[in-house]
């Protein structure tokens, strides 16, 4: 490594270190936190609302059904969101913000998508995936990492109010900053 790049990254190591130890005092996962009650869910129509509750409801579906198939297979998910039917889940929930014109942003395009293009995004760590294409500072996924998404309210404080912004449910680990430089 050059002594320039060597230099950048350390500062860059050094920014990550105290922006995570000055975030650290707050917790994750504030205690209480009810989507329905934040500013962002006010602001929702009716029709959106209704699609809201739809799509968590199905992703609650989707997530259990994905944890019992790893049960059943040593902690491996499936290749795809199909082959949880029918023994994990009677059929596969349509999203209810799929349409035939989704513009899904760039960053999603590695998602995989069910019921011919109207189903939930879904992502999981294949054999041979590294994401050290995307950033050779990002630690591997961990075995069995998944992650289903709407295409829908993308900027939606669902999980936190203030990070990780979409209708998502995930398992494992996908983007943990790796720091030990020497």
């Known amino acids: 490594m050059t002594r320039p790049a060597l230099n950048h990254y350390l500062v860059f190591a050094l920014g990550m270190c105290l922006f995570c130890s000055a975030h650290a005092q707050e917790p994750r996962k504030p205690t209480g936190y009810d989507f329905r009650e934040s500013d962002q869910y006010r602001a929702l129509d009716d029709m959106s609302r209704l699609q809201l509750e739809a799509a968590v409801n199905d992703l609650g579906r989707l997530e259990r059904a994905l944890d019992a198939?790893?049960?059943?297979?040593?902690?491996?998910?499936?290749?795809?969101?199909?082959?949880?039917v029918p023994d994990y889940i009677e059929s596969l929930p349509q999203d209810p913000f799929s349409t035939t014109e989704d513009n899904i942003p760039a960053y999603l395009n590695r998602h995989q998508?069910?019921?011919?293009?109207?189903?939930?995004?879904?992502?999981?760590?294949?054999?041979?995936?590294?994401?050290?294409?995307?950033?050779?500072?990002?630690?591997?996924?961990?075995?069995?990492?998944?992650?289903?998404?709407?295409?829908?309210?993308?900027?939606?404080?669902?999980?936190?109010?203030?990070?990780?912004?979409?209708?998502?449910?995930?398992?494992?680990?996908?983007?943990?900053?790796?720091?030990?430089?020497?």
């Open 69 to 84: 198939f790893m049960t059943d297979h040593e902690g491996k998910p499936p290749i795809k969101l199909e082959e949880l």
């Open 113 to 182: 998508r069910s019921l011919d293009g109207r189903g939930y995004l879904y992502l999981q760590k294949p054999n041979g995936f590294s994401i050290k294409s995307y950033s050779p500072l990002m630690l591997e996924p961990s075995p069995g990492a998944w992650r289903i998404q709407s295409v829908g309210l993308l900027d939606f404080p669902l999980r936190y109010p203030r990070s990780n912004p979409g209708l998502i449910r995930t398992r494992g680990y996908w983007g943990r900053m790796k720091l030990d430089v020497f």
